[in-house]
T-cell receptor
Framework: QQQVKQSPQSLIVQKGGIPIINCAYE??????FPWYQQFPGKGPALLIA?????SEKKEGRFTISFNKSAKQFSLHIMDSQPGDSATYFC?????????????FGTGTQLKVEL | DTGVSQNPRHKITKRGQNVTFRCDPI?????LYWYRQTLGQGPEFLTY????????KSRLLSDRFSAERPKGSFSTLEIQRTEQGDSAMYLC????????????FGEGSRLTVL
């Protein structure tokens, strides 16, 4: 069964805080794990992605931590800013043999307050 | 801007009418995906094309839904005999086959069925 479970559903942090969003997957054939950011009225945009051969990837203020044995991965946003307020989706796909079609989590609404 | 373009952005229709959405992908991308997103949920995969071939359709895609990608360029998604449950944002995304990875999403076409 191809499911990706995401938590929490919503999150409020203060400016400068470090929100953490968690995802868990079931299908061990998944080999690509991206995080997308979506603003109201816009399509999702890729933030950062990781392959299962590494345990952590950092790009700017965004870090993915990946635990292959637990089938979990998480997004950390360092020094969060009000402009980071958006909905974040984790996703997973099979790049090889799966057409790279993404299975998305249910999303986390993040609000960063001043 | 040569990103993924979707038209119309908004469509209001009465139950039972047919609607068609168009997606123009990034020009060099040979893969094109359709997703559906309802309020508070992550995008759900509907179908995808590699060039002009429709390679996979989700069980979510009932017989009332049809998608085409003639000549492997733009794509259309038609919904016949619309129902209120079809109200959603229809997202199109495109990507390269190699190197596989990032899906680039359009801003979506929002359908409201009255």
């Amino acid at each position: 069964q191809q499911q990706v479970k995401q938590s929490p559903q919503s999150l409020i942090v203060q400016k400068g805080g470090i929100p953490i969003i968690n995802c868990a997957y079931e299908n061990t054939a998944f080999d690509y794990f991206p995080w997308y950011q979506q603003f109201p009225g816009k399509g999702p945009a890729l933030l950062i992605a990781i392959r299962p051969d590494v345990s952590e990837k950092k790009e700017g203020r965004f870090t993915i931590s990946f635990n292959k044995s637990a089938k979990q991965f998480s997004l950390h946003i360092m020094d969060s800013q009000p402009g980071d307020s958006a909905t974040y989706f984790c996703a997973a796909s099979m790049v090889k043999g799966g057409g790279n079609k993404l299975t998305f989590g249910t999303g986390t609404q993040l609000k960063v307050e001043l | 801007d040569t990103g993924v373009s979707q038209n119309p952005r908004h469509k209001i229709t009465k139950r039972g009418q047919n609607v068609t959405f168009r997606c123009d992908p990034i020009s060099e991308h040979n893969r094109l995906y359709w997703y559906r997103q309802t309020l508070g949920q992550g995008p759900e995969f509907l179908t995808y094309f590699q060039n002009e071939a429709q390679l996979e359709k989700s069980r979510l895609l009932s017989d009332r839904f049809s998608a085409e990608r003639p000549k492997g360029s733009f794509s259309t998604l038609e919904i016949q005999r619309t129902e209120q449950g079809d109200s959603a944002m229809y997202l199109c995304a495109s990507s390269l086959t190699s190197p596989a990875g990032e899906l680039f999403f359009g801003e979506g076409s929002r359908l409201t069925v009255l």
